[in-house]
């Protein structure tokens, strides 16, 4: 049972009946939120009788925006393991170092928090063609996700993407564009399609519930955590939606009781060549400007533009978090000593945060008995070339 009640524009405070097939806040185009009566969730969740729920993003339904058990489509995403890296925080001289590992998911990236929810909502209003423009693992995650629902999934990524990102589309029947540019032209693209209108568009963060899918990352990190939030969270940022996500959850969880009003320092990792919120931040702008000729290897990092950047910088600054940049090698050479120390082949964008993490170590701005949890977002398995090169 789902306890959703409306969706709330949080720019412009109009509100929406939930079961409508809206993209942006019809009124003012700011990205729209997924409300619940909470009261009535905390009442129906019992804390200390969990193990008959799902091990999955399904595990708290009365917080999701999906009623129809029959539409909840799932691959077996989530649930991901928390993993304290012993050896890896011995190398960095840390004690509480924790990975929060997304490279388990189907397909490869917690994309598929946010696209299997995305699609599961999709289909319980009726929505039958899916349209996305993504970096990479976004497409992947969509085409697995509208495959298992019987829906027809469009993808337009950038032409120079990893070829293992096309071939994972196509396999999963998808039809795939690509398109001379990057994300964000991608999705110009796509809107621009003669038959955009005959499809539902989720983009990050355009819709209101890949967010809902993401945020699903908090819930577990409390619960993983004993329902105590850590110190510190270091999340490679694209488009931000698991940073919002995340940060709603937390809000929820404190309405709900479930924890207190202690949250995490949030920090959000960029690439050097792609720093947008970094840029923002450091300048304390509100919103963050385009970034000019976007370049990483870091796939998921390589998003100039973000229609929920002034929402990721509040949460940043609501939490006294940070942000920083990682070069290309910084991440490889990071990716490398994860490997070895953990056993975890991670992609480019979760090695960003280790090296984030020793930065930040360095300069005191994360004291020894701060407890950290740093974002794998995905397996490096699709990064083929970069790990070659
Ligand atoms: C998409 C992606 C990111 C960025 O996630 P956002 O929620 O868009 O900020 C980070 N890492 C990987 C592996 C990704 O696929």
Redesign the pocket.
């Known amino acids: 049972m789902s306890f959703l009640t409306h969706l709330e524009c949080p720019s412009c405070n109009h509100t929406f009946e939930p079961f409508l097939v809206l993209n942006l806040c019809p009124k003012c185009s700011k990205p729209l939120l997924a409300r619940y009566d909470l009261e009535k969730a905390a009442a129906k969740i019992d804390l200390k009788n969990l193990h008959d729920r799902a091990r999955s993003i399904w595990r708290f339904p009365e917080v999701l925006p999906v009623g129809d058990p029959a539409c909840r489509i799932s691959l077996g995403e989530g649930w991901t393991p928390l993993i304290k890296a012993e050896r890896l925080g011995h190398s960095a001289k840390h004690d509480f170092l924790y990975i929060k590992d997304e490279g388990s998911n189907p397909t490869g990236?917690?994309?598929a928090r946010g696209l299997g929810m995305a699609v599961s909502c999709a289909l319980e209003r009726g929505v039958k063609a899916l349209s996305i423009p993504s970096?990479?693992?976004?497409a992947g995650a969509l085409s697995a996700y509208a495959a298992k629902a019987g829906l027809k999934a469009h993808v337009f990524m950038p032409r120079d993407v990893p070829s293992p990102f096309v071939v994972e589309c196509e396999v999963l029947g998808a039809e795939v564009t690509l398109v001379d540019g990057l994300i964000n032209d991608a999705g110009r693209l796509a809107a621009a399609h003669p038959d955009a209108k005959n499809r539902f568009d989720v983009s990050?963060l355009k819709e209101p519930y890949r967010i809902e899918g993401?945020k699903t990352m908090g819930y577990e990190i409390a619960e993983q955590f004993g329902w105590v939030l850590p110190d510190v969270l270091i999340y490679?940022?694209?488009?931000?939606?698991?940073?919002i996500g995340m940060w709603k959850a937390f809000e929820e969880m404190e309405e709900m009781g479930w924890i207190g009003r202690k949250r995490p320092r949030m920090v959000s990792v960029q690439a050097e060549g792609c720093a947008p919120m970094v840029r923002a931040f450091e300048s304390g702008e509100k919103h963050a400007e385009m970034w000019q000729n976007a370049s990483t290897k870091?796939s998921?990092?390589r998003?100039p533009g973000a229609v929920g950047d002034f929402l990721i910088l509040e949460a940043i600054r609501e939490s006294s978090g940070t942000a920083l940049t990682v070069s290309d090698e910084a991440m490889i050479e990071a990716a490398r000593r994860i490997g070895a120390a953990e056993g975890l082949f991670v992609?480019p964008?979760?090695a960003a945060t280790f090296a984030a993490f020793e930065q930040l170590k360095a300069k005191n701005w994360i004291q020894s008995d701060d407890k950290v949890v740093l974002f794998n977002?995905?397996s490096g398995h699709k990064y083929y070339q970069i790990w070659e090169d």
């Open positions: 990236s917690f994309k970096a990479g693992n976004a990050t993401k490679p940022t694209g488009g931000g939606t698991g940073l870091a998921g990092l998003v992609a964008e979760g977002t995905g």
